[in-house]
């Protein structure tokens, strides 16, 4: 019922949960889209191909009831970012690594995966700044340059992605944490205004210039935080948010909302988020479930 347009399946299987039994519990609950995000130039066929062998141990399952109809559903519900994450070694090799990701766009939209369409990559990401990781950390990182001119190719690396993300007439899921000047700039400079603002951990008066550019905003379960004293600036900033650019997302396995909160997150733990925005919106979860979902196919075409 709640789409997740926000994921990342090969980490999870990394902390150890059952994909099996995720994909099971998230037919059942009749999940619209799930969107399995890129963090590396080289992650995207990784990715298809773990779940491509998830599509077939269930096509393959003759004693699970319903499991070719999970198989058809994660063929059918699955979709697919490829992107780059602003990490300090992909900045310093932007050229080769720009590269390697724009082939690999290129293959599967052209050829797809074994199990699964070409049309099911759907988006360029995530990919932006981060200036709270690589402020934090530069200095140790040994680098022969300054900051400055670490944070100037940092937004190079976004715009290069923005590029190709036009090219591709893909839109793009942007990761903008601590650098919200930097990341209207980048995408200013650029003219183009396709995409998600993921994650999204600004203001209003942010989140005003992002939408009057265009683009949409996701909420993941860190809204589910807020204390007392912040919880009407969170409720106000998610009523602000037009509905028809309104997301939600999991951003899984981290920043499980509410009661799960420092656990693995899972797709299947969104509902909170729902809830959360819901009541804010004074809408019904079953409204809010259809807006979402409507947002998803309008952006993503699909």
């Known amino acids: 019922m709640f789409g997740d347009s926000h994921f990342h399946l090969s980490y999870l299987e990394e902390r150890g949960i059952d994909l099996y039994e995720l994909f099971?519990?998230?037919?059942?609950?009749?999940?619209?889209?799930?969107?399995?995000?890129?963090?590396?130039?080289?992650?995207?066929?990784?990715?298809?191909?773990?779940?491509?062998?998830?599509?077939?141990?269930?096509?393959?399952?003759?004693?699970?009831?319903?499991?070719?109809?999970?198989?058809?559903?994660?063929?059918?519900?699955?979709?697919?970012?490829?992107?780059?994450?602003?990490?300090?070694?992909?900045?310093?090799?932007?050229e080769e690594e720009l590269a390697v990701l724009s082939s690999a766009i290129r293959k599967c939209k052209k050829e797809g995966f074994e199990n699964i369409s070409p049309s099911h990559l759907i988006a360029l990401g995530e990919c932006g700044l981060d200036h709270h990781w690589n402020k934090a950390h530069f200095d140790g990182l040994g680098l022969k340059l300054r900051l400055e001119d670490f944070l100037a190719a940092e937004a190079e690396f976004f715009e290069m992605q923005l590029a190709l993300a036009e090219k591709e007439a893909l839109p793009v899921l942007v990761h903008s944490r601590d650098a919200f000047e930097a990341t209207?700039?980048?995408?200013?400079?650029?003219?183009?205004?396709?995409?998600?603002?993921?994650?999204?951990?600004?203001?209003?008066?942010?989140?005003?210039?992002?939408?009057?550019?265009?683009?949409?905003?996701?909420?993941?379960?860190?809204?589910?935080?807020?204390?007392?004293?912040?919880?009407?600036a969170y409720e106000d900033l998610v009523r602000f948010i037009p509905s028809d650019r309104l997301l939600l997302e999991t951003d899984a396995p981290y920043l499980a909302p509410g009661k799960y909160r420092g656990k693995v997150n899972t797709p299947a733990l969104i509902g909170e988020s729902y809830f959360f925005v819901s009541q804010a919106r004074a809408m019904s979860m079953e409204d809010l479930a259809l807006l979402v979902e409507k947002n998803m196919k309008d952006l993503f075409m699909i």
């Open 184 to 232: 209207l700039s980048c995408i200013k400079n650029m003219g183009y205004h396709r995409g998600i603002i993921h994650c999204y951990a600004y203001g209003i008066e942010e989140a005003r210039a992002f939408l009057d550019l265009g683009w949409y905003i996701s909420f993941s379960g860190s809204i589910t935080y807020a204390k007392k004293n912040k919880l009407q």
């Open 24 to 94: 099971t519990q998230l037919y059942q609950n009749k999940v619209p889209f799930l969107l399995d995000i890129g963090t590396h130039c080289d992650d995207l066929f990784q990715r298809l191909g773990l779940a491509s062998k998830l599509i077939d141990a269930f096509s393959k399952d003759k004693e699970k009831e319903d499991a070719l109809s999970i198989a058809s559903f994660i063929q059918e519900r699955l979709y697919f970012a490829a992107g780059i994450w602003p990490h300090a070694t992909s900045i310093l090799n932007r």
